[in-house]
């Protein structure tokens, strides 16, 4: 089984539609959550990070945890053509001390049509 | 320059060659890594300098050497590469290695073909 796990897609939905995109997790331990974005030919950027349980939002995103279903959720609103790209979630914090290991899904390929 | 740049973007090389990859973080960090990302697959970790220590290697053939001679630049000496280790190859760094727990900057990466 893969510590994390992530669909791949690709998922295509039309502009202005939610886009839902999860994870799930098997190491309880896990205590940070990370978004990243890639565009196609480019690294990943970080969207936004999440400590332990609960929601943050940064204008059309919305990163969830639910640390008792090992599951965590990235929502964008309004979805623009400019949101396509590869999704891959992070997590990291298992308890062995501050190390830097990042522990990613194999992410998810985003469609945005206009 | 800014953020964290990698040169060069491609390179194609055989498996008898000897090449390597260099990063730059302009960011004034002082933890660095070295990521692979292969079609299909997870990144995986790689290596991890921490104040240019080398703090962990990740189970990594030794066909791959790692070298940070200061908190600004890190290299990946390759040679006697095997297809399958065609990948993009990622560069990132982050303030320290406690914040690299959540907050790592990644550059562009080297697209690799090993022939």
């Known amino acids: 089984q893969k510590e994390v796990e992530q669909d791949p897609g690709p998922l295509s939905v039309p502009e202005g539609a939610i886009v839902s995109l999860n994870c799930t997790y098997s190491?309880?331990?896990?205590?940070?959550f990370m978004w990243y974005r890639q565009y196609s030919r480019k690294g990943p950027e970080l969207l936004m990070y999440?400590?332990?349980?609960g929601n943050k939002e940064d204008g059309r995103f919305t990163a969830q945890v639910d640390k008792s279903s090992k599951y965590i959720s990235l929502f964008i609103r309004d979805s623009q053509p400019s949101d396509s790209a590869t999704y891959l979630c992070?997590?990291?914090?298992?308890?062995?001390?501050?190390?830097?290991?990042?522990?990613f899904g194999q992410g998810t390929t985003l469609q945005v049509k206009p | 320059e800014t953020g964290v740049t990698q040169t060069p973007r491609h390179l194609v090389m055989g498996m008898t060659n000897k090449k390597s990859l260099k990063c730059e973080q302009h960011?004034?960090?002082?933890?660095m890594y070295w990521y692979k990302q292969s079609a299909k697959k997870p990144l995986e970790l790689m290596f991890v300098?921490?104040?240019?220590?080398?703090?962990e290697n990740n189970s990594v053939p030794s066909r791959f050497s790692p070298e940070c001679p200061n908190s600004s630049h890190l290299f990946l000496h390759l040679h006697t590469l095997q297809p399958e280790d065609s990948a993009l190859y990622l560069c990132?760094?982050?303030?320290?290695?406690?914040?690299?727990?959540?907050?790592?900057?990644f550059g562009p990466g080297t697209r690799l073909t090993v022939t």
């Open positions: 960011l004034g960090h002082n933890a």
């Open positions: 300098y921490s104040l240019e220590e080398r703090v």
């Open positions: 190491n309880s331990a896990f205590q940070y």
């Open positions: 990132a760094s982050s303030q320290d290695i406690a914040s690299g727990d959540y907050e790592q900057y």
């Open positions: 992070a997590m990291s914090g298992d308890g062995s001390g501050n190390t830097g290991k990042l522990i």
């Open positions: 999440t400590y332990s349980s």
